[in-house]
């Protein structure tokens, strides 16, 4: 069953223009979540990357890797991730491939390497019309929400 | 045999501490010697399970802290 918007705001604590996954299509278990992001043509990030030559960002699409990976993580640590914890970013390993602009299609797909309780580890590839445009390792921690 | 092994984890961890496989002594403490952080010591787990497709229960994690504790724990695994 695909994850629409309103359910992944009910697991990610990004929201607009920071959320950078449209739909989940694709679940296996706790091993793999396939997302997808629509890159629209009026993109506040492409009026300066770049004025006449609109390319997505590469940390952008990590950010959407990220993501894809909290998803990823949630279907693992449901009862944490209730909990909406605070995740952060801690290791990146990535390759950029090919660049992304306007109009296309993110696919995003996540496999687990190792979840644990306070930590993860996720291989990541993004897509576009099945060319792999970036790939990425991720290692991320995951803490409890502090009280302000 | 046994000398190979210690060699193999040697470099395991070197790769991801950054630390020279010669400076990494058997008994060295991963958190308080090599500055290992938590989401190091997952990694070092990850590419352990992965070389030697074994799992790690989570509750062990916490209690393999050295290169002479990932051999031990290892024999134990046999």
Same mark, same amino acid.
């Given at each position: 069953m695909n994850w629409d918007k309103e359910k992944i705001k009910s697991i990610l604590p990004h929201r607009e223009p /920071? &959320? /950078?996954?449209?739909?989940?299509?694709?679940?296996?278990?706790t091993e793999r979540v396939v997302a997808v992001k629509n890159i629209k043509n009026n993109e506040s990030f492409f009026e300066g990357h770049f004025p006449g030559r609109p390319v997505m960002p590469g940390v952008l699409i990590i950010e959407a890797m990220a993501q894809t990976s909290i998803i990823l993580y949630s279907l693992s640590k449901p009862e944490i991730a209730k909990a909406h914890p605070n995740y952060y970013l801690g290791k990146v390993k990535a390759e950029f491939i090919s660049p992304v602009y306007p109009g296309n299609k993110l696919i995003v797909e996540t496999n687990s390497v190792k979840i644990l309780d306070y930590a993860a580890i996720i291989d990541a590839i993004a897509k576009v019309n099945d060319k792999i445009v970036a790939k990425a390792n991720l290692v991320f921690g995951i803490k409890p929400r502090e009280i302000l | 045999m046994a000398n190979n092994f210690e060699e193999e984890i040697k470099k395991l961890v070197s790769d991801i501490t950054e630390v020279p496989p010669e400076k &990494?002594?058997?008994?060295?403490?991963?958190?308080?010697?090599?500055?290992?952080?938590s989401l190091k010591a997952i990694e070092i787990v990850a590419a352990f399970e992965k070389k030697y497709r074994v799992i790690i229960p989570e509750k062990d994690i916490p209690n393999i802290r050295s290169i002479r504790q990932i051999i031990e724990y290892t024999k134990n695994l046999k």
């Open positions: /920071f &959320l /950078f996954i449209d739909e989940v299509i694709e679940i296996e278990g | &990494l002594k058997p008994d060295a403490d991963f958190f308080k010697d090599l500055g290992v952080d």
